[in-house]
Each structure stands twice: as structure tokens, then as C-alpha cells.
């Protein structure tokens, strides 16, 4: 029950609010257009997105992530109103897939993980503290899951994409999407951590205080 409490603890912190303003508009845009028009499916998608903003600011929340999802969205209208194709509402998706393989493989081969920098930004942790010897490797580990995930997902998409499967699409991007993300990230987590262990390098507490070894190590959190 400790290792459950401690996964979602640390999913919280990735996923805070923009997991349900990410997944709801492209579920709307995707039932919409089964009964009516791509126009009428874009126009309707919109008006939520304006509420979701909407809804935001009146619980006070920053509406950061509603407004990138509007942003997301009308790009992905407009892309699909240009053609006449629905499909190509998933073009950014796509585009943002390959960007992540592009970032994750390149922060591999400059020695500088793309996991670690995404930890430092989470938590604050020193960056020294990613670059050493003993820690750098989890990071790397991490991010080579990443990278093949995404590359995976990648590749599917663009099969679903250049073969204008729209239904597919959808199911894979939005209803599997999500839990194989999931999957992804507690599966990075654990080899992360163990990585941690193994490698016996300082806690970030004890790197702060310049402890010398042995080292208790990092027993929780990546």
C-alpha cells in the first residue's frame, strides 16, 4: 500500500490538473463528429474550451493549462478545417510524438537527460546533483524508456495518421493513451529509484549537506 501511495504521489506531480483539460476536448471533437459536421463538431469543441477558461478564473485557478489546451486545440481545428479532413486534428499530436523522441535521444547523446532536467524543474532539486556518477545513469535509464515509448507510440500514430484512421486514432491517442503513459512513467520510476540504490550515491539532502559516504542514498522520489 506504501509503494501505491507513493506512485500516485508522484503522478500527482506530473499530471496536476492537465490531465482532464487535455483528454475531455479531443473525447468531445471525436463524439461530436460521429452525428454531425467537422464544422459543427470544431465550433462546439471551441465554445467548451472558452468555458473551460472560463471556469478556471472563476475558481481562481491560473488557467494556464486550459489556455494551452485552447491554443492545441484551435490549431488542431484550424488544420483540420484547411483540408476538410478530420483526421488531420491529430496532426499536432503527431508532431509533438516526434518531438519528444527527437528531445529525449538528443539529451542522451549530450549527457544530459532529459529526465533529470524535468526532475530539476519539478522539484527543485541542484543540478549538480543529477551530473554525478552515481546519479546521472538513473536519469539516463529513465529517459531511454521514454524515448522508446514515445518512439513506439510514434510510430503507430504515424501509421494511424498517413492511413487517415480517424476512429483509430482517437482510440489509441485518447482512450489508451493516457494508461500506457502511466504505465510508462511508474515503470521509469522504479528502475530510476533502484538505479538509485544500486549506485549508492548521496541523497539529495545529504549532497546539500556535503556528507561523505557511505551514503544512506535517495530512498524516495526521482
Known amino acids: ?24 476536448p479531443p473525447v468531445l471533437f471525436f463524439l461530436i463528429i460521429q452525428w454531425f459536421t467537422l464544422e459543427v463538431a470544431s465550433i462546439i469543441t471551441f465554445i467548451y474550451l472558452i468555458g473551460l477558461i472560463i ?3 472563476i475558481k481562481k485557478d491560473t488557467g494556464k493549462y486550459a489556455f494551452v489546451g485552447v491554443i492545441g486545440v484551435i490549431i488542431s481545428i484550424g488544420l483540420s478545417l484547411l483540408s476538410g479532413d478530420a483526421i488531420n486534428f491529430y496532426l499536432p499530436s503527431l508532431i509533438s510524438t516526434g518531438f519528444i523522441v527527437l528531445v529525449c535521444f538528443v539529451s ?3 549527457k544530459r537527460p ?29 529517459t531511454i524508456i521514454w524515448g ?5 507510440r ?3 500514430q504515424g501509421y494511424l495518421y498517413f492511413t487517415n484512421q ?3 486514432y482517437f482510440f489509441f491517442n485518447t482512450v489508451l493513451g493516457t494508461p500506457m503513459t502511466i504505465m510508462m512513467l511508474i515503470g521509469s520510476y522504479v528502475v530510476g529509484v533502484k538505479t538509485l540504490r544500486n549506485r549508492q550515491g548521496p541523497s539529495v539532502e545529504e549532497f546539500e ?14
Open 154 to 156: 510514434l510510430i503507430l
Open 114 to 142: 532529459i529526465a533529470a532536467l524535468l526532475s530539476h524543474l519539478t522539484r527543485g532539486w541542484p543540478l549538480e546533483w543529477y551530473k554525478r556518477d552515481d546519479i546521472s545513469p538513473a536519469y539516463q535509464y529513465a
Open 148 to 152: 522508446t515509448y514515445f518512439l513506439f
Open 108 to 110: 542522451l547523446l549530450v
Open 55 to 57: 471556469y478556471r478564473k
Open 209 to 222: 549537506q556535503g556528507k561523505a559516504p557511505p551514503f544512506e542514498g535517495q530512498q524516495r522520489g526521482f
Open 1 to 24: 500500500m506504501n509503494r501505491l501511495q507513493e506512485w500516485k504521489e508522484q503522478l500527482q506531480l506530473v499530471f496536476e490538473k492537465k490531465t482532464i483539460d487535455a483528454l475531455i
Open 166 to 168: 480517424f476512429s483509430n
